[in-house]
């Protein structure tokens, strides 16, 4: 148990569905990501939020959205999502994204998503 | 940020060290050096980091070279639940950006 957790854990959707992540972190941390993990493939940055600010887009494109209300929790939504968006969506968090020294990232346990 | 390089696959006997290494031979002065692992389809967990300094804590040791161009990861008695995907990282100070490769397959056999 890291501290942070993700629902639901596993998710199936159509295309025309319109569906959201959910990550919340309890250890206080004030930078928030989310990741992708497709298969056979390494992990790739989707967004980075610093105290509730997003400060990475790392060219996800529009039908995923992120939201972060506050430095807690953090959402992924979805809508009109294609088959190769069937992924692995990791959500981490860490003390802050900025700032000198190391900032060490504690990941849940991810979503396991099919597009159908 | 320094690229790192991993055997793609290692194994282990149960019982045994596994030392698992890492060459990052183009990192800076003030880049750490960071160890997850992810078990299958779960998110990686934290295992250990360091800067210049052999680091220990109750997962493993950390060995870094002292030209710091290579790193290895030791698991000092391998069990079944080690078996995992092994990452290095190399992460300059005061950015977040952590680029995962591949990784090392660590299989643990009984």
């Known amino acids: 148990e890291t501290g942070v957790t993700q629902t639901p854990r596993h998710l199936v959707m159509g295309m025309t569905n319109k569906k959201s992540l959910k990550c919340e972190q309890h250890l206080g941390h004030n930078a928030m990501y989310w990741y992708k993990q497709s298969a056979k493939k390494p992990l790739e940055l989707m967004f980075v939020y610093n105290f509730k600010e997003q400060t990475e887009n790392n060219s996800v494109p529009s039908r995923f959205s992120p939201e972060c209300p506050n430095s807690s929790h953090l959402f992924l939504h979805l809508h009109t999502l294609q088959p190769e968006d069937s992924a692995l969506y990791l959500c981490?968090?860490?003390?802050?994204?900025?700032?000198?020294?190391?900032?060490?990232?504690?990941f849940g346990p991810g979503t396991r998503l099919t597009v159908l | 940020d320094a690229k790192t390089t991993q055997p793609p696959s290692m194994d282990c006997a149960e019982g045994r060290a596994a030392n698992l290494p890492c060459n990052h031979s183009t990192i800076s002065g003030n880049e750490y050096v960071y160890w997850y692992r992810q078990i299958h389809s779960q998110g990686p967990q934290y295992i250990i980091h360091?800067?210049?300094n052999n680091e220990t804590n109750e997962m493993a040791s950390l060995i870094i070279t002292e030209d710091r161009k290579s790193s290895t990861l030791i698991l000092p008695h391998a069990t079944l639940r080690d078996t995992a995907v092994y990452y290095c990282i190399a992460l300059s100070s005061g950015t977040y950006k952590y680029i995962f490769g591949t990784g090392t397959r660590l299989k643990v056999l009984a």
């Open positions: 981490a968090s860490s003390q802050s994204s900025t700032g000198y020294g190391t900032d060490t990232q504690y």
């Open positions: 360091g800067l210049k």
